[in-house]
């Protein structure tokens, strides 16, 4: 079964102002709720039928159409078609809706004139009232096919004199290829008990125009010898086929830019997918670079300004080219069938990128964006349209992550496994539940004597199906999705339950645990009250812990959140700032910092090797005399060589880690090591 409820409230929700019908809002949402799951299991027919149940419901406001179309079209996977039938059968509800009510006030005119004449004679001005008030014209006419009769509406479709009209038969009026049905059909009314029918006919007006029509044909039987007559009333389908094609336009198009909408665009994918779609295709989405800022600044106003622009450059870069959509609040689509290459692509991309250079001027202040495009190219035929938006999106995201205001190409490759990634991000909780995860220990050893100094924890996830996966497969993706916080919570009283056990044992010569704090953990707002819960839980001195910081996350913090560090610090925890790898260290900010060590890796721990490069060996001999002046141990990790170690310990670093002084060990193996 579909889940409907999350699509009908927020259905109930777009059309509940502009509703006629009387219900309460379980009810809208339990009828809507139904709509939803038949428009989403069912096809084009289903969608006629339920756009005819909207006005059995007494959905009959067109401000109720218009937004139902637009709602559905921009928040549901339902196909254009599905769109269309909808409005049709919504159409079909409201003529036939009319009709009947039409006939309802016909039949009982007939009877108040059969009434009258019988009694009271004036009933027939009531009867004539109605008759030329009616908004549907209405053509009486007699056995033998004259016109006896006409309202004003008749008068107006047809372009036609009421003398005119009366001088005709109905034979004049009707289409030449539908005049022997109609005569059939009036034979059969004549000779049989049925009393009228419904056709749709063609008629024909005094300019020669053929009009398409709905006839509710009834044949008028009185209750003495006169004879009888027949009364058309008639639905003028030209007219009411404009206006399903407006209503569909206007569902299938963004009213504020003038393109496509993203149901049209999908609809084109759809297409373009199929057995007789492109042999190739690209799909560049753009996005809008910080579209929120320029709301919040400038108002929603200068936005829409600023997003016309946008439009506008796409048309006239991409017209002729490709189609272009408004997919997004922010988001724009352009589909290109059969292009000729990628790089010419990618050139259109550019170009549009500098037309975005020209400022649009509101008032005394020019107010510009950049956009992050994602292209992906590829076969067509065969291909699935929501994979290839999906696959646009991410592209648009690389772009983003790569700095903005550039354009990205899909990659297969790197989408496996960023998905993986993601998927392995999202079952962390069910894991830590099932204890798949451990502490294991990387040794920091004094370069001096060898002995252990500190003991970096290290997550290290035993998976069923990839097996033992270490933190960097997880961890970045972890802090993207928020994981990351429960991870470091769980690995830190662990770690610090083990770190307890050995400091029991050896007192202040147990080694110092330290523990990496990503950056999304700086960022919490209890972090000090969470470390000082877990230190009393544990029975670890705040002495024996270290957290380490990687290079660049001082110059991510606020100061409120320094100030947090610096409340942990003071409370006995020590700070490292790890990974310096010779880039800008950002001294301002380390000077906001009680650190107690600077750990250093990659070419500033390579450039010590025997053989290396003159430049990064002296690079790094200036980095590590500079380090000194901060007056804190100095660290090294990744050492590979005793020659590395040995200008390390030259150079004043205390302590190193990596391959030449072991791997990492379980927390069992530490125990061996330390208390053996």
């Known amino acids: 079964m579909v889940d409907s409820r999350e699509f009908a409230v927020r259905w109930a929700a777009a059309i509940s102002n502009t509703l006629l019908a009387n219900l309460t809002r379980e009810k809208l949402e339990q009828l809507l709720g139904g709509y939803v799951e038949r428009l989403l299991t069912g096809d084009v027919d289903d969608a006629r039928r339920v756009g005819r149940s909207m006005v059995a419901n007494d959905f009959i406001s067109s401000a109720t159409l218009e937004v139902t179309l637009a709602h559905l079209g921009e928040h549901t996977p339902i196909t254009p078609a599905q769109l269309g039938a909808l409005a049709s059968g919504y159409a079909d509800g409201l003529r036939n809706r009319t009709l009947d009510q039409q006939e309802l006030s016909r039949t009982a005119a007939m009877n108040a004139t059969r009434r009258a004449e019988n009694a009271v004679r004036a009933s027939e001005a009531k009867f004539r009232a109605i008759f030329q008030s009616s908004a549907f014209p209405i053509v009486v006419v007699n056995l033998d096919g004259s016109v006896v009769d006409v309202n004003e509406a008749a008068e107006t479709m047809l372009s036609y004199q009421r003398d005119e009209l009366l001088g005709m038969t109905a034979r004049d009026l009707a289409h030449p290829d539908d005049r022997a049905a109609l005569r059939e059909i009036g034979q059969r009314l004549v000779h049989s008990e049925l009393d009228h029918v419904r056709v749709e006919k063609r008629m024909i007006r005094s300019d020669g125009e053929t009009i398409q029509t709905h006839m509710a044909i009834s044949l008028v039987r009185e209750d003495d010898e006169s004879p009888p007559y027949f009364v058309t009333m008639i639905e003028n389908m030209n007219e009411m086929r404009a206006l399903q094609t407006q209503l569909v336009r206007q569902s299938l198009n963004d009213m504020q830019t003038g393109l496509p909408n993203r149901a049209q665009f999908l609809g084109w994918l759809e297409g373009a997918v199929g057995t007789k779609g492109p042999e190739t295709l690209a799909l560049v989405q753009v996005d809008v670079d910080g579209f929120r800022g320029v709301n919040d600044a400038f108002g929603h106003e200068v936005g829409n300004r600023v997003l016309m622009q946008v439009a506008g450059h796409l048309r006239a870069v991409f017209e002729g080219v490709g189609k272009v959509a408004r997919i997004g609040e922010d988001e724009f689509g352009v589909l290109i069938k059969d292009p000729r290459d990628v790089a010419g692509v990618v050139a259109l991309v550019e170009e549009f990128a500098r037309r975005l250079e020209e400022p649009t001027w509101i008032g005394a202040n020019g107010v510009g964006v950049t956009c992050s495009a994602g292209v992906v190219a590829g076969a067509a035929r065969g291909g699935d349209a929501a994979d290839l938006l999906r696959a646009a999106d991410v592209t648009v995201g690389w772009a983003k992550r790569d700095g903005k205001a550039q354009w990205a190409l899909y990659d297969r490759e790197r989408d496996r496994r960023d998905k993986e990634s993601y998927a392995l991000a999202a079952s962390i909780p069910g894991a830590l539940e099932e204890g798949q995860f451990r502490v294991d220990y990387l040794p920091l050893r004094s370069l001096v004597d060898g002995r252990v100094l500190a003991l970096e924890a290290k997550i290290v996830w035993d998976h069923p199906v990839h097996g033992v996966l270490c933190p960097d497969t997880f961890v970045e993706q972890s802090s993207g999705n928020g994981m990351i916080v429960r991870l470091v919570h769980w690995a830190l009283e662990e770690a610090c339950g083990h770190a307890a056990r050995w400091c029991a044992e050896l007192g202040e010569k147990a080694p110092v645990l330290t523990v990496d704090l990503p950056l999304r953990l700086c960022q919490e707002p209890e972090l000090v009250a969470v470390v000082a819960r877990v230190l009393e839980q544990t029975g670890l001195p705040a002495s024996h812990l270290r957290f380490e910081l990687a290079e660049r996350v001082p110059s991510l913090l606020t100061d409120e959140r320094l100030e947090e560090l610096t409340i942990l610090a003071e409370r006995g925890t020590g700070l490292v700032l790890d990974q310096v790898n010779g880039g800008n260290v950002g001294v301002d900010r380390l000077r906001l910092l009680p650190l107690s060590g600077v750990k250093f890796t990659g070419s500033v721990v390579h450039g010590l090797a025997e053989g290396a490069n003159r430049v990064e060996e002296s690079a790094s001999v200036t980095l590590l005399r500079w380090a000194s002046i901060l007056?804190?141990?100095?660290?090294?990790?990744?050492?590979?060589?005793?020659?590395?170690?040995?200008?390390?310990?030259?150079?004043?670093?205390?302590?190193?880690?990596?391959?030449?002084?072991?791997?990492?060990?379980?927390?069992?193996?530490?125990?061996?090591?330390?208390?053996?």
């Open 631 to 676: 007056r804190v141990p100095l660290y090294a990790d990744g050492v590979r060589t005793q020659v590395e170690a040995d200008r390390l310990a030259e150079l004043g670093v205390t302590g190193g880690q990596g391959p030449h002084f072991g791997s990492v060990l379980t927390a069992a193996e530490v125990t061996d090591l330390l208390l053996t």
